[in-house]
């Protein structure tokens, strides 16, 4: 018997026969996995041993502990986030939270290094957490993620999605995860006795450039798109060009970080007119030691792009003659995004219950998105950066499996490429699973 070509058979022989194909392509698939794994077995005598440096079994660099720490006994954290997210009817209901666990390093005069944790943490133990239960429809709203953009980034209204592929998709529990993570490892490092190593369950580098891009002007609607611009940060309403330079005025110019290089050139101008006061181009080239003309027609560029506005955003700089100087707006703007931080956050993540979903993810009665949650997480960050470079705290992100794939297809081709070391995987090992577990 046939139905539109194809066989029909009885119930209990489909069944069978979808048995005996889950079983076929589970037994293939790790005859692969064995296969695969086996290419390894020469990897770490081929290079990998090249690449790890062996250290004595828990000893330390004394000389290291006292130039950086001043002291032999170390308080350390590690934080690690959770999430869950689970539809209901209509709704769907997003979590997220974070916590650390606490402990402390003795380091011997020899090295010798003893770890002992906190007790009764369940009880003592730094964490936060919140919840957002929200109509699905509503979830477009929130979540930037998941929505569909034409060729020039602009949303396409008439694009629409079923509800399950909604549910499926969603980031938003992410988002509050992440800010979670952050926002402990802030109080951390900003507590009256702050931590002296913070393990982030994160890879810094890469979180950091995500959140940069994720929340250009260029990339999100900032009068659509975000519940935090109008928003009390220090007795100011954030505007948009607070949100387009809090994003970039970060770092330590006495560490050179970042360098005045590419688009953070101007970041840099800003910070050093606004420690310095009104300065020429040529005192301005003397800072940030920019020499040659090609150097010339670069800050040229960029002291044109501060005194004009753009993308609605802007201008950063003023001209009095031959003198530049930083607008009055952003003095102080680290200080007035840190108490739109706490202030934010301290919602989002405070333990009262009578604090309602809508008083928690809403401002003046917009809803905040995964943009808003994405710039909180990179301000938490750079405010993170800024307390452990003060304290000093030592700033720890742990790699996770995206480190594996960078490892092969990026680390080991530049190193290759600079000269700085010659190996890798071959042709065969080169196809195996990018996990840390291989």
Not at 44 to 73: C, H, M, P, S
Not at 142 to 160: K, M
């Amino acid at each position: 018997m046939t139905l539109l070509g194809e066989p029909v058979s009885s119930l209990g022989k489909r069944i069978r026969s979808t048995g005996q194909q889950l079983l076929a392509g589970a037994e293939k698939q790790i005859e692969s996995y064995r296969t695969r794994f086996d290419q390894l077995d020469k990897v770490y005598d081929t290079f990998l041993k090249d690449l790890i440096n062996v250290y004595a079994d828990q000893i330390a660099d004394i000389e290291f502990v006292d130039r950086f720490f001043g002291k032999r006994t170390l308080r350390f954290a590690g934080v690690d986030g959770t999430l869950y997210k689970k539809p209901t009817f209509d709704l769907i209901v997003f979590f997220g939270g974070a916590y650390a666990a606490e402990g402390t390093v003795s380091v011997s005069h020899d090295g010798e290094i003893q770890v002992k944790y906190d007790e009764q943490y369940l009880n003592r133990g730094l964490s936060v957490s919140s919840v957002l239960p929200v109509f699905i429809n509503e979830v477009r709203i929130i979540d930037q993620s998941i929505l569909v953009r034409d060729e020039y980034g602009e949303v396409d209204v008439a694009a629409g999605r079923p509800d399950q592929w909604v549910v499926d998709n969603t980031a938003f529990a992410d988002y509050i995860m992440g800010l979670a993570e952050f926002y402990v490892g802030y109080a951390l490092v900003t507590r009256n006795k702050p931590v002296d190593i913070l393990l982030m369950d994160r890879i810094m580098s890469a979180e950091l450039s995500s959140f940069y891009a994720e929340t250009s002007p260029s990339r999100v609607d900032l009068d659509h798109e975000s519940g935090l611009i109008g928003a009390d940060a220090g007795g100011r309403p954030l505007t948009k060009t607070d949100w387009a330079y809090a994003r970039r005025l970060f770092g330590n110019p006495a560490l050179n970080t970042p360098p005045p290089r590419g688009e953070f050139l101007l970041p840099r101008v800003v910070r050093e007119l606004l420690a310095h006061g009104a300065m020429t181009r040529d005192e301005i080239m003397q800072v940030l030691d920019l020499q040659g003309g090609e150097w010339e027609k670069r800050l040229d560029a960029v002291l044109k792009e501060g005194l004009r506005a753009r993308d609605d955003v802007g201008p950063v700089l003023k001209r009095k003659k031959d003198r530049y100087y930083a607008v009055p707006q952003l003095r102080g703007l680290e200080d007035r995004v840190r108490t739109l931080l706490d202030d934010v956050c301290g919602r989002i993540f405070s333990d009262d219950e009578t604090i309602l979903y809508d008083e928690r993810f809403k401002i003046n009665g917009k809803w905040l998105t995964t943009s808003d949650l994405a710039f909180l997480s990179l301000m938490a960050l750079f405010q993170i950066m800024r307390a452990c470079w003060s304290n000093p705290t030592l700033l720890v992100g742990v790699a996770k499996d995206s480190s594996a794939r960078d490892m092969k297809n990026q680390l080991l081709p530049v190193l290759n490429h600079v000269a700085r070391f010659h190996g890798g995987f071959n042709a065969v090992a080169q196809d195996v699973p990018d996990t840390d577990r291989m």
